[in-house]
C-alpha cells in the first residue's frame, strides 16, 4: 500500500448522507473512490446511482467486493449495523488495509467489530464524530482510537479529516461520543417533549420566556426550529445511536433511563415522519418549518387521532 493516501482506493460503506458528502469531498481532491450500500437493491437506488455517476463514484455489489478492493474503509451505516458491516466486510478485506469504523456504536460493539477486522488481518481504527457532520463536511471533528489511530491519523489529515488521537485504548473514543451524546440527544428529546406539550396546555409562550430568562444566550425558538428539523429528518438515525448511548450506559453498569428515553422518542418522532405525518420525504420542504409550533401540532394531531 502506498503511503500517499490520496492514491489509496477508499471504499465507503453506506452511501447515505453522511457518505455522499464524504464522497463529494475526497473526488473534489481526485481520490478514487467506490462505495456499496444496501439499499442499492431497493427504493433508493436511482439516487445513489445518480449521485455516484456525477461524482465518479464506483457501486459495487457487495460488502466483501469493496473491501478486497480498498486501502481504507470506512464503515458510516445506522449504529445498529456496525458489527453486521464489520462481519460482512472481514472476509474481503485486504492485509494491513485500514477499517475506519464512523458509526455511532457504544464501546463494547466497536470492541467487537474490532475482533472482526483485526482477526481477519486488516487494522481497525474507531472515529468517534463529535458533531452534526453536514456544517463541518470532511472537516467535522473526529476522534479516533485503537492501537492504529496514531499512524493513521495524519493519512486522514493529508485526506482532509480533521481528526484527532484520543487513546491507543479501543472504546475511549466513542465512549467520548456517547457520553455526549445523553445531553444533545437528549436535550434534543427533552425540547420536542417540552414544547409539544406545552402547545398542547396553550402555555408554550410562557415556558418560552421563562427558558429565556433562566437562559439568555439561547434563542429557544431558533433551537427549538433547529431541533424539530433534525429530529423529524434524521430520528430514525438517531435513535438507533442512542439505543446505542443506552448500551454504553448498562456497559458501565448503570440503568439508562434517559438515554433509553431519548432513544424512545427519537423513534417516535421517526414513525411519524415515516407515516407522513410531516409530509413526503425527499420534499424540498419536509423538515423545513421555521416555526416549531406547525410540527408540534402535527405530533399533536397524529397522537389525537391514536386514541
Known sequence: MTRDPKQWQLGL???GEVGRILAEDLRAQGVKVAAYDIKLDGGPADAMRYHAGIHGVALVASHAA???MSDLIVSAVTASQTVAVA??????????GWFLDFNSASPGAKQRAAQLIDAAGGRYVEGAVMTSIPPYRIKVPLLLGGAGAAELAPLLIALGFDAKVASEK???ASATKMCRSIMIKGLEAMVIESFTTARAYGVEDAVL???QETFPSIDWEKQGAYFFQRVIEHGRRRAEEVFEVAETVREAGL???SAQGTAERQAFVADLAD???F???GDPEFARSPDWRIEADRILAAAKAKT
Open 13 to 15: 460503506v453506506g452511501y
Open 66 to 68: 469493496l473491501a478486497a
Open 87 to 96: 462481519q460482512a466486510c472481514a472476509p474481503g478485506v485486504r492485509p494491513g
Open 170 to 172: 479501543l472504546g475511549v
Open 209 to 211: 420566556a421563562s427558558l
Open 255 to 257: 440503568t439508562p433511563w
Open 275 to 277: 407515516a407522513g405525518v
Open 279 to 281: 409530509g413526503k420525504r
